[in-house]
């Protein structure tokens, strides 16, 4: 236990003071670590702020539209997390009326909660005996032991959770955790760890390596796809056209303007010749369109964006919109849309 005892005074002396680290309410627990998986706390702060000021408790969020949950998210990205917040909320007032499941097997039923999540608010609430393995965790254990077992392999997520079950001091559960967790974020980071201050210096092998960033090591098998999308700001008599995004693709649930993808990039001349571009303003009688911004690369986690934004003035409401929400266009800011596009609103704004 003597490596957790060093963490947790570490964590006393270091420890960020943020928000929700002074509650013991799940809901709030849950809240925080949901909004910062893949989002930095700088960035990830305000909008726990936010969220959970309009969405207080369970109730609440369980109570909202979906819409006004994703408005909340907007700019978070991963936006499968908010609709899943939202579903689960519901789940927890259906399944156990309203109050936060305590049991660790629940908490791991609810939506979106995975073992990391549900490890985290048993412990941290409860003081439950569940090591969390999140990033920090894995690169943390990985230099403490130099483990060459791949961390993005099954194999290797076993090989982990055990071993951090095993450093682990059960009867400080919640306090171990946390303080693994930041001395992850602050100490042991990813490219210049601090190790001349480091309380765990003598008992860390990767240290004694002499190359103690090269670890976690990882297998990185996961390939990069690359999609071009072309976003239609369609407008006519002071109204504009919208799409809400649904189906198994990125951003379910969310509003964009009308989009077509292509296979290759395409320029307009080349987008003009696509089929859907001809059913869209096939019947929308002369066409002014300005090309706004093009060549916007927009990094996602297993894909690459590259967008283009056109205006498009049509002469006639063509049938083809009927497929579309027709809002005026003035009203654009109202919906939850991608931070792509909620680019190309900033620039219109300018
Ligand atoms: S000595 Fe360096 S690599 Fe090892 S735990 Fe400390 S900060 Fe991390």
Redesign the pocket.
Known sequence: MEISDRLVDWYGTHKRDLPWRNSADPYIIWISEIILQQTRVAQGMSYFLHFTKRFPDVQSLANAHEDDVLKYWQGLGYYSRARNLHAAARQIIELYDGRFPTEYKEVLSLKGVGEYTASAIVSFVWNQPYPVVDGNVF??LS??FALGTPIDTSKGKKEYTELAASVMNPEKAGLHNQAIME??AL???PQN???GV????D?????ATGT??S?PVKQNKTKTRNRYFHYLHILYEGKTWLNRRSGNDIWKGLYELPLIETEMPADFTRLQQTTAFRRLFGDAGKLSISIELSGIKHVLSHQILYASFYKIEIGNKAPALDSYLEIPDNNIGNYAVPRLVQLYLAEMLR
């Open positions: 690169r943390v230099r403490l001395f992850g100490q042991c980071v760890p601090d190790c480091c309380p765990l210096q008992k860390c092998a990767g240290f103690p960033q670890f």
